[in-house]
């Protein structure tokens, strides 16, 4: 359908609303993070447990030696494993908080959980499994189910240590290795260690009066307790369920609650745009056809695309930057209207459907897409509780309170996101002299490709700030994969022991990270998320680096090509215990 031409003073206004509802959520609530908390101890300690892990087994401490140890078991580990197993690196070991491999998808196990990316691009290394997924969009359990069996093929069970958080992450000189002390009294030594640990690991509670004293039962949507809602959430039937949030997961879980529940109160803050989900079962015919390699064929493309970024066709055309910005920032406003009148057609309510009209740019916030979240606000069970950007501030052993309503619940869900990205969450990374990388890190992010940090031999960060980001992480995670197993077989191929990124190259880095921030000031313009920092102000260089997924990845064989320009490369010292052995 050819798009209504619209005089500019349309799109003005429109962005004069963005401004005001963003202005609105702002005024309310502790300013950025600090209205979360993520440190679940004393009465919130229940948020934090694992309710997948079946009787934890007594072992003794672990004090042995490994070449590579992964933090984290999810897609990072796994993709980079394959490649350590293809170069032959035989001691890998995967130290795992939850009682499997899996990161995301061991983790976010509540009903309705999907991804949705493609999943012939999205699930890692099907070529290497000769595995072809069953959907369109691979649901959660077929994904884990996929994790668990890149852990067999590459043999990453036998060394993996599960229901182990690592506490310490420590450069011992003397040893020239890494020490890795655990929860469970191990200290661990590897030659290198890869901090896998995710990008939203850590589940996060918005910090709410009263919340320790609701009676009801409670849990995040990270810890889903099926003991108490039943497999298919039968055991709801007589319910009254409320769920906080309605970002991503929300989305996904608000319809099967719908279906089952006896009633269900879904408290919003600020609403997802929530667009078609086109979905459909893989034709075995298609399927059939596949020629071995093909997923690494569709990865090529991927990277193959040359970025038509701004600069780049304003250079291109007579029109200017700003010209270019405004058609850009028009389009994406008509995106979103469509959004709202897809909204109108579904949501019979017409209040309700006002309130579920998200009113900032596309992308401010992380799109959803599902073809039941809308239509469940028909049905006379469910309840949108519109807080108009001020959130839930109060709740009473009863639950929610709103605007003097008590919302009395039987179950409440915290759907309300993760920290985002830290790297070494519970855990404290200490390199050469002792230095803390958050002590370094104080003063602004400092990295090479947001792998290396300096002072920190051996040590290779998966993605955390200062890398790409793609809204198909795996791309990003695989190339990272690709890069550290290189820099690995570099090392050891050579005869060295150490590889630390120097300072002029991590410095370069840097001034590229800064150098690509800040080119337009969308994100600051941006409703509150944990896209823009909840609208925290934050330094230029603590955050992705937006040159571009293909200049990222170029910039990795670069820095490759130049190995000894960019690291120092060092062989054991004679001090070291191997050496002695
Ligand atoms: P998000 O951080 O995206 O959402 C948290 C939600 O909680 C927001 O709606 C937020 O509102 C709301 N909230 C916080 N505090 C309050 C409060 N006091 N009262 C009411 N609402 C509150 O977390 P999710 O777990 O939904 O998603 C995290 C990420 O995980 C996604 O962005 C996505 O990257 C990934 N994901 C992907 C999926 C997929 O592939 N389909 C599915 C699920 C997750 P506000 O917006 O106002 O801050």
Known sequence: MPRPKQPQQYYDDIKDKFRSARNLRLGYRPPGTDQFTSEFSGDLAKYAVDPYAEDVPDRAPITDEVEVLFIGGGFSALLTSARLRERGIERVRIVERGSDVGGTWYWNRYPGAACDVVSYDYLPLLDELDYVPVNHYSRGPEIFAHCQAIAHQYNLYELAVFNTTVTETRWDETDQLWHVKTDRGDVMRAQFVICANGTLAKPKLSAITGMTTFSGHAFHTSRWDYDYTGQNLEHLKDKVVGIIGTGASAVQIVPELAKTAKAVYVFQRTPSSIDIRDDWPTDPNWARKLEPGWQNKRRSKVLAAVENTLEKRAAKGAVSPEEKLKKQENANIDYMMRIHKRIDEIVEDPRTADALKPWYMFMCKRPCFHNEYLPSFNLPNVHLVDTQGQGITEISPKGPVFEGREYDLDLLVYATGFEVQQTGIYNDIVGEDGVNLQDKYKDGIRTLLGIHTAGFPNLFIMGGYQASFQFNLTDMLQTQGDHIAECIDHVRSKGYHTLDVTDAAEAWWVQQVIEHRGKTNRSE?????????????????????????????????????????????????????????
Do not use: I, W
Request: glycine share 10%; aromatic share 14%; charged share 30%.
């Open 525 to 581: 313009e941006c409703t509150p998320g944990y896209y823009n920092f909840e609208g925290n102000e934050q330094r230029r260089q603590d955050g992705n680096y937006n040159g571009g997924f293909r200049q990222y990845f170029e910039s990795q064989g670069q820095v490759r090509e130049n190995m000894a320009e960019n690291f120092h490369l060092a062989s054991r010292k004679p001090s070291s215990s191997l050496e002695k052995e």
